[in-house]
């Protein structure tokens, strides 16, 4: 498919320009003649590979049983969110993941994708039930073994066994393999003792812990016969039949919090508790009756990372739940601002629509365009996933290809959509403060999504650390010569973007009109090249700066390392960008239909260019593009944002929500029918001739 980055047509606009700013603009396409989405057909590619799934799921929460109730106090919305735990137990929701043998469909993707979908109805909900079965659920299913499966399992998805997800402590949040919780073996009573030596070593934050939790999956250092090794993960029964603490337990609840009140996030710490040696999930690691450790894969490290890394299905999910937890957010967002309006040009000329200033259009249109990358980015990741926990594609490579994927994604979109839903709500005024419009409760419920699951941070020097490993085995086993002569390449490369060359061919062809040859220059090639080079040279920079890293005394390589942590983060980041944009340009060239491909393709530069205008210091610092291009940047992202705006109410309906799911009445319609009102009103006035007289006409009169 042609790149489609100019429009043939310019958008019908009126010739009045208010004292705003803002032109009038038709508030669809229909209305401007333009080309455009097929709505239905974008909606089928937004719901991605489980579009069933998702369709199932939506169906099911327009049932109000599983709304949230605004107003409830913590106690009475905690015991809501466990009675909407059982609501989808009777509706089958929560199985999908689950083996056949067991009652379950062995479809992960279907689950996470339908788990995704919780979001809409009360962001509790979504993460309550993310704890049952995700995660306490899931902990059993993926690190222990039939006998496991067997013993507990069914009670786990039919909620008779509510559990808790044992793994941070207060102290230790991240770094998951310091965790002070410890599991000795007690060979003669063929027992692990779990015990927490000290107050930073209390699990915490943990879902299900303060009340409903009658056990926990609890990550430890496996002790046995005075070798530690490791973390690993234990059943450990929690309360009695009349909900209290067993000898030795106890705990603390977490109360309220910044959001997500409808979870009973609580404190756990153990004293000398005893389980039975079986209640160690073995899957990777085993203890004998003897205290005899045994693992089918060698080195701690790698066991470790592989016990992790069967739990990634979190960060998947929060991925997901994030993007569309943003276009929920600018769907009523932009609805609003197509029926909003403010201002006038004076002289009793009609008011502005939102949507038709210049600015507006700026807030929100690509905050919108960086959504559908997100999601189109989320379904390529939730395919990987699947492939992987189907078997379909489960090597080392893969598995570690995945975990890169959750920790590269599941930042972007999770600061997105706090930024997108502090935006939205900023952009609806007074209106988007009042709860009943959703943002500032689903602003609130996803703050912590930024740290749990992994911090964002510490998420992205995974990632950055897998991009210098990946940059370092293209140069193992080369020679000396094929070495130095990539090193003339560098620094040919150098000195081509660094002395000018690039910017002088530049300059060349933005002679004449610099947004026209911005609009020609900067389509899906170059986008494409100037995100990718971008990747590149930071790995690249970073990488020689820590060369000397391993011939430096240990802290003092640390403290390298250290020194180049915040560029290595940003060039993970910048990974991530790519992989997004990348997935989007996916969707454009597989798109049905010249109208859908036009608008979509420029959905895509919309987000391309704005992802390069955030970044353009470092695109002229290290002469990728040309000051006079770089300057133009920004008024063709205005011109694209203009572009766009007749298609911003197609591109929020492709999102496939009901009223039902939105529940938002400055998105309900109202807010047209109060203007409309009011414009009625002042017409008949102006009708009857009874209109008061403006000040100043009276006094020219």
Not at 525 to 554: F, G, I, W, Y
Not at 642 to 651: E, S
Request: net charge negative; glycine share 10%.
């Amino acid at each position: 498919m042609a790149d489609a980055a100019v429009r043939p047509n310019k958008p019908a606009t009126a010739a009045r320009t208010p004292a705003g700013g803002a032109t009038p603009a038709p508030n669809s396409a229909a209305e401007a003649s333009e080309p455009r989405i097929d709505v239905e057909g974008v909606t089928d590619m937004l719901l991605g590979t489980w579009a069933d799934t998702r369709r199932e799921a939506r169906e099911m929460l327009k049932d109000p049983a599983f709304w949230r109730v605004d107003g409830l106090g913590m106690d009475e919305h905690r015991e809501r969110v466990l009675r909407q735990l059982h609501l989808l137990v009777e509706n089958g929701a929560v199985h999908r993941a689950f083996p056949v043998e067991y009652g379950g469909e062995a479809d992960n993707g279907a689950n996470i994708a339908g788990f995704e979908e919780l979001v809409v109805a009360d962001p509790s909900l979504q993460i309550k039930s993310g704890v049952q079965w995700g995660l306490f659920g899931s902990a059993v299913l993926q690190l222990g073994t039939k006998e496991h499966h067997d013993k507990w399992l069914p009670g786990i998805m039919n909620l008779d066994i509510p559990g808790a997800f044992a793994m941070t402590e207060t102290g230790h949040g991240s770094d998951v393999a310091a965790i002070g919780t410890t599991a000795t073996y007690d060979p003669e009573a063929q027992e692990f003792v779990i015990h927490t030596p000290f107050r930073g070593a209390w699990k915490d934050y943990l879902g299900n812990a303060a009340l409903h939790g009658i056990a926990a999956t609890v990550f430890a250092q496996l002790i046995t016969n005075g070798v530690n090794h490791g973390v690993h993960c234990f059943y450990v029964p929690l309360r009695d039949e009349n909900g209290d603490f067993l000898p030795g337990i106890g705990g603390e609840d977490d109360g309220l919090k910044g959001g997500l009140n409808g979870i009973d996030n609580g404190r756990l710490h153990f004293d000398q508790v005893r389980i039975p040696r079986t209640n160690l999930l073995n899957r990777y690691g085993d203890v004998a009756p003897d205290g005899t450790y045994s693992s089918p894969i060698a080195t701690p490290g790698r066991r470790f990372f592989t016990m992790l890394g069967t739990l990634v299905q979190g960060r998947v999910s929060l991925d997901g739940a994030a993007a569309w937890a943003s276009a929920l957010g600018l769907h009523i967002a932009i609805t609003y601002a197509t029926q909003r309006r403010q201002f006038d040009s004076g002289g009793g000329s009609e008011e502005v629509v939102l949507l038709d200033y210049g600015r507006h259009q700026r807030r929100l249109l690509p905050r919108l365009a960086t959504t559908y990358a997100q999601i189109f980015a989320h379904d390529e990741f939730l395919q990987k996933f699947d492939a992987v926990f189907s078997g379909a594609a489960d090597s080392d490579a893969d598995r570690e290809d995945l975990e890169t994927l959750a920790a590269a994604l599941k930042p972007l979109s999770t600061w997105h959509a706090l930024d997108t839903l502090q935006e939205a709500r900023e952009a609806c005024g007074g209106n988007g403060f009042m709860f009943e419009n959703r943002l500032v409760g689903l602003r609130a419920d996803l703050d912590i999504y930024a740290t749990f699951e992994g911090d964002n941070n510490v998420l992205l020097q995974l990632v950055g650390k897998r991009l210098l490993s990946d940059y370092a085995k293209q140069f193992k086993g080369k020679d000396a010569r094929a070495l130095a002569a990539y090193a003339v390449g560098q620094t040919a490369g150098k000195v081509f973007h660094g002395a000018g060359l690039r910017q002088l061919g530049q300059a060349v062809g933005d002679l004449g009109q610099v947004a026209r040859s911005v609009e020609r220059g900067l389509r899906a090639d170059q986008q494409h090249q100037l995100l990718t080079e971008r990747v590149e040279q930071m790995v690249a920079d970073v990488a020689a700066r820590l060369r000397p890293a391993p011939k430096l005394p240990p802290a003092e390589a640390a403290e390298l390392f250290n020194q180049n942590q915040s560029e290595l983060i940003e060039a993970a980041r910048a990974h991530g960008e790519l992989l997004q944009w990348e997935a989007f340009t996916d969707a454009v060239n597989r798109a049905d239909g010249e109208g859908t491909r036009q608008v979509l393709t420029w959905l895509r530069d919309l987000f391309g260019l704005s992802l390069i205008e955030k970044h353009l210091a470092w695109h002229l610092i290290n002469g990728r593009l040309s000051a006079q291009r770089a300057s133009a940047v920004s008024a063709y992202i205005d011109r694209l944002c203009a572009r766009l705006r007749p298609h911003a109410l197609d591109l929020v309906e492709a999102f496939g929500y009901a009223p039902e799911h939105v529940r938002a009445p400055i998105a309900s319609g109202a807010e047209k029918q109060r203007q409309d009102e009011a414009r009625e009103y002042y017409a008949r006035l102006q009708a009857s001739g009874e209109a008061p007289v403006p000040e100043k006409a009276a006094r020219r009169a």
